[in-house]
């Protein structure tokens, strides 16, 4: 399993970015796939994950940022519009096999991308 996160950067708040997660070395229909980002001091918390039976967005991102599949299914997308300086992030992609995702147990995921910073300043 092999997971690549890019699209991060340093923007201004109102900003917008897209993260991708190219993912390989799994059946997509049996893994959940997740978007977690950690800032400094702080611990990991889940942003988004979709799965075979559910797809959850974290409130405190919702309407903001939405989450996405290509159509070959090979990439994951984190699609952050509006973005504040509490995004400020390293933000991570995840998997697992699993039909239910979910975003209160990071560590409940067992592959992980490298990460990708993502920096909202003035």
């Known amino acids: 399993v092999q997971l690549v996160e890019s699209g991060g950067g340093v923007v201004q708040p109102g900003s917008s970015l897209r993260l991708s997660c190219v993912h390989s070395?799994?059946?997509?229909?049996?893994?959940?796939l997740g978007w977690f980002r950690q800032a400094p001091g702080k611990v990991r918390e889940g942003v988004s994950c979709?799965?075979?039976?559910?797809?959850i967005i974290a409130d405190s991102v919702k309407g903001r940022f939405t989450m996405s599949r290509d159509n070959a299914g090979s990439t994951v997308y984190l699609e952050m519009n509006n973005l504040k300086p509490e995004d400020t992030a390293v933000y991570y992609c995840?998997?697992?096999?699993?039909?239910?995702?979910?975003?209160?147990?990071?560590?409940?995921?067992?592959?992980w991308g490298q990460g990708t910073q993502v920096a909202v300043s003035s």
């Open positions: 070395g799994f059946p997509l229909d049996s893994f959940a």
């Open positions: 979709i799965s075979r039976a559910v797809d």
């Open positions: 995840a998997a697992d096999y699993s039909s239910f995702c979910n975003l209160q147990d990071p560590w409940g995921y067992e592959y």
